[in-house]
Nanobody, 127 residues
Framework: QVQLVESGGGLVQAGSSLRLSCAAS?????????MGWFRQAPGKEREFVAA????????YYADSVKGRFTISRDIAKNTVYLHMNSLKPEDTAVYYC???????????????????WGQGTQVTVSS
């Protein structure tokens, strides 16, 4: 079992930056888990934002955030981050961190791949 706790959300103006954190704990090794960020806006389905493979060598981004968001991980701290720059009102959503054992099948952009989810943190971007 893995517990994920997100933090760092808030209310900001368009053009601002935020850094989300996701702290992992539990029996499953964080260092061999692929980590992803997803978001869900009101009335919309959950969508993929970014993912980083367990070895850190491969990173994926949704087209909508490419060039503005950066995902990173600190193995020593069992934490994954999402650095968000140039925020737009359409980035407003609840952001979720997710963990997947590296042996799971499926695309890292698919929520079905992930076994563990955090409770989410709200990001609101005003215009």
């Amino acid at each position: 079992q893995v517990q994920l706790v997100e933090s760092g959300g808030g209310l900001v103006q368009a053009g601002s930056s935020l850094r989300l954190s996701c702290a992992a704990s539990g029996r499953t090794s964080f260092s061999t888990s692929d980590m992803g960020w997803f978001r869900q806006a009101p009335g919309k389905e959950r969508e993929f934002v970014a993912a980083i493979r367990w070895h850190g060598g491969t990173i994926y981004y949704a087209d909508s955030v490419k060039g503005r968001f950066t995902i990173s991980r600190d193995i020593a701290k069992n934490t994954v981050y999402l650095h968000m720059n140039s925020l737009k009102p359409e980035d407003t959503a609840v952001y979720y961190c997710a963990a997947s054992p590296a042996t799971n099948y499926g695309a890292v952009s698919s929520g079905q791949r992930y076994d563990y989810w955090g409770q989410g943190t709200q990001v609101t971007v005003s215009s």
